[in-house]
Structure formats: structure tokens, C-alpha cells
């Protein structure tokens, strides 16, 4: 008989999970937790399990877990911003995205994030400067100059917005 292994597990779950068998997999980490508790790896991908399958609530409180774990990992503190973004819990999702930029204050990911986070909750100032700031570090990061020039548009600034739309363009082309 083969010795069940967490390593073997995880394999099998996101293989499951990537098929959308999302309780087979999330059965499959909890079987390699039940082995390796302190793993943070397998709490992550329980936690993107979870996203995916929709249930957000256990998704957050894997990650949590992740995050306890191993508190400087960057894709878990992104990951925790968003999920919590995506709940509708913008304190937390701001307070990853602070803290994840302690660790790598040229993460464009969370820059872009904390924009989204300003942009819904219409203080398009802060928006802007959060899109800007990771155009400073990645001119082509597509998703900050899309955002950043739906933001001069609310702030009116159409050279702005006329320079961010040839930009896009220039990206697209290429």
C-alpha cells in the first residue's frame, strides 16, 4: 500500500480543483491538513479553492491561515486583499494591501488594488495616485492605465483620459 502523502494530496486536489471538482478537492487538502497542519501552502490552495468554487467566507479564513503561516508571502497578502475586496470588507482589503507594500512597495498588483478600493468608494483623487503609482513602476500594466483613465474620467480630466486611451491602444497593438 502507498504511504497517503500531503504532497500527494495537494497534487490531487488542484488537479481536482482545476477540473471543478471543488468538493473532491477542498476533501483532498482537508485529508493533507489532517497530515500537515502548519503547511501553509495547502491552507492557500484550500483558500483559491474555496474562491473558486464561490464560498468566500472559508476561502478568507484558509488564507487567514496561509497568512499566519507565512505573513510575507506576497500572493497570500494579495490574494487576502481581494478576497476581502470582493466581500465588500475594504478596511481589511486596504489594511493587506498597506501591509503588502511594507514588504515590496513596488507591487503593482496591490497599488492597482488600493486604487479600486478608493475609485469604489468614489475618492478618485487617492484612486488616481494609487493607478499612477503602479504606472510608475510598470508604464504597461494594462489593468492600472485602464483603471486610471476611467478615473480622469470622473475627475474630468479628459487629457488624461485622452493620453491613457492612446496608451491602451499602443499596448493592445503590440
Known amino acids: 500500500m502507498m504511504k497517503e502523502s500531503s504532497e500527494k494530496l495537494n497534487n490531487q486536489a488542484i488537479k481536482l480543483a482545476s477540473e471543478g471538482s471543488y468538493d473532491e478537492a477542498i476533501a483532498c487538502f482537508m485529508r493533507a491538513l489532517s497530515l500537515e497542519n502548519q503547511n501553509y501552502l495547502l491552507w492557500f490552495n484550500l483558500g483559491l479553492t474555496y474562491r473558486d ?10 488564507m487567514e491561515k496561509a497568512f499566519e503561516l507565512n505573513p510575507e508571502d506576497e500572493e497570500i497578502i494579495e490574494t487576502l486583499a481581494i478576497l476581502n475586496y470582493d466581500i465588500g470588507n475594504l478596511d481589511d482589503a486596504l489594511k493587506y494591501c498597506i501591509l503588502g507594500l511594507e514588504f515590496n ?6 497599488w492597482n488594488t488600493i486604487g479600486v478600493i478608493y475609485f469604489n468608494d468614489s475618492d478618485f483623487g487617492s484612486a488616481s495616485e494609487a493607478f499612477e503609482q503602479a504606472l510608475s513602476i510598470n508604464p504597461y500594466y ?4 485602464y483603471n486610471l483613465r476611467d478615473t480622469y474620467e470622473e475627475l474630468k480630466n479628459t487629457a488624461g483620459v485622452d493620453e491613457c486611451t492612446q ?3 499602443a499596448i493592445k497593438r503590440n
Open 105 to 110: 512597495e513596488n507591487n503593482i498588483h496591490l
Open 142 to 145: 494594462y489593468d492600472a492605465l
Open 167 to 169: 496608451r491602451l491602444n
Open 53 to 62: 468554487s464561490g464560498d468566500f467566507e472559508d476561502a478568507r479564513n484558509a
